[in-house]
């Protein structure tokens, strides 16, 4: 199946906005031809809950993204419309309003297509939906998509929008991210607003960004931190200015990688400049575990009334009880002195990995991309080391609060993408992006690498 935007339209936005800018078509066109797409091709299997119709109130006016098509995960409060978390469709409700990135999006001129697909409570690192059932990987109909923003890795790498937002609080923009073959951004904690958006862990909660190219995944960030509401431009982390910068610390954990993972990854770090190449990363350990805890008592205090409610109100997915069973357990101290020393454990990061460097590269999934079967709880072939192995390298990022993309940097035996996750300093994205334009431009030769991955589905 050929994974493009039919032939009128380019791949990312940054190609779109040259046709626009040349005359090649008008912004009316554009969103015309993408609105056409969906009405023959969005569907839960290719990612979408919902498709929203177009209305007069919904219409942006020119701005920088007009004639761009976006849709995000199912988290985020909508104009009149409470989100389905993973549940079924959004209710209407009066009462609600755009969350401060949908918003942002809206006054930057980007069309709002639809809701998207996501695992429940946004609790779970598959497309594994029981009330959904799953969406399919664009790549391979038998591989795994990633989750819990599973259907904004779906429609974004199916070409049914530009780019999504999702969320990342253990890795659920990443893993996505590495199963389609695209680009993810978890921003900063604190970067982008999360009003508005359904909580799964409010201390680990972290908007971000997927795209088919680096270019697109800075111009949604931008747009969103220009066009933010003057009440929260205020107050909000402002992103540091640019730099240009190389080098790189890379933890490379060869006894935990496959034999594919790797070689990519090392030929991908021995091809760089300044690379300081090491397997002693001695403080993971502890920092994951301090993740854990905090993830554990965060859902408990979030979640903890489902259990008391009537499920057929709002129904307790089994993976969200059994977070919110081990929060129960845990005792609250733990996870008060991991939120304490939690501006320590970033400091003693920084002072020892970024200090005399500018990033620091790691594996996304140590092992080669798993089918769906492999990590489905209750299929046959399920197995539990191998759905653990999503998120191995994902959830002490969101502890620490740094910036992480999650990039493509080759392909396994079967053609399917092979990505590692490079972190900067808090608020540094915009240089950690440049790196990255660099970097995919020398090693692809093109900015959009996501064709390069067989596609079987």
């Known amino acids: 199946m050929k994974l493009s935007l039919v ?215 931008v747009q969103i931190k220009s066009h933010e509401p003057v009440e929260q431009h205020v107050h909000a982390p402002v992103l540091k200015e640019a730099k240009e910068g190389s080098r790189i610390h890379c933890w490379f954990p060869s006894h935990q990688l496959s034999s594919s993972v790797a070689t990519q990854m090392l030929e991908c770090v021995q091809s760089q400049k300044d690379v300081l190449i090491t397997e002693d990363f001695k403080e993971e350990p502890s920092l994951s575990a301090l993740a854990e805890m905090v993830l554990y008592q965060q859902v408990f205090e979030t979640h903890r009334g489902l259990l008391l409610e009537d499920s057929s109100a709002r129904p307790c997915p089994k993976a969200l009880r059994e977070l919110i069973c081990l929060g129960a357990v845990l005792p609250k101290a733990w996870s008060v002195q991991a939120l304490t020393s939690r501006g320590e454990s970033l400091k003693r990061f920084v002072e020892r990995y970024l200090k005399e460097r500018d990033f620091f590269m790691l594996p996304a999934l140590g092992i080669d991309l798993p089918t769906a079967d492999q990590v489905s709880v209750g299929h046959a072939q399920f197995d539990a080391k191998t759905l653990l192995s999503l998120h191995r390298f994902m959830g002490f990022v969101n502890y620490l609060g740094l910036p992480c993309l999650l990039l493509p940097i080759g392909q396994d035996s079967r053609g399917l993408p092979v990505s590692v996750q490079v972190l900067c300093r808090p608020f540094e994205e915009l240089s950690l992006l440049r790196w990255a334009k660099n970097f995919i431009g020398e090693r692809f030769g093109a900015q959009c690498v996501t064709r390069l991955f067989t596609s079987t589905a």
């Open 7 to 221: 032939s009128e339209l380019p791949g990312t936005i940054l190609e779109l906005q040259s046709w626009l800018k040349k005359g090649k078509l008008s912004a009316c066109e554009s969103l015309k031809i993408q609105r056409e797409r969906l009405v023959h091709e969005a569907n839960l299997q290719n990612g979408f809950v919902e498709v929203f119709e177009e209305s007069e109130a919904n219409v942006p006016k020119p701005a920088p993204l007009y004639g761009v098509g976006l849709a995000h995960k199912d988290i985020f409060e909508l104009d009149h419309r409470s989100p389905g978390i993973g549940l079924g469709q959004g209710q209407s409700n009066m009462l609600v309003k755009n969350s401060t990135c949908i918003e942002a999006l809206h006054q930057a001129g980007a069309s709002h297509f639809g809701a998207l697909h996501m695992a429940p409570y946004a609790c779970g690192s598959t497309a594994q939906n029981e009330y959904l059932g799953a969406c399919l990987n664009p790549l391979n109909a038998s591989s795994v998509v990633g989750g819990s923003s599973s259907g904004s890795a779906v429609a974004v790498a199916r070409e049914l929008c530009f780019a999504s937002l999702g969320t990342d609080t253990a890795g659920s923009i990443r893993i996505p991210a590495a199963s389609c073959g695209l680009f993810g951004l978890k921003t900063s904690m604190g970067l982008l607003s999360t009003r508005g958006v359904h909580p799964l862990a409010p201390h680990l909660d972290t908007v971000g960004i997927l795209a088919r190219s680096v270019d697109d995944l800075e111009q949604v960030l």
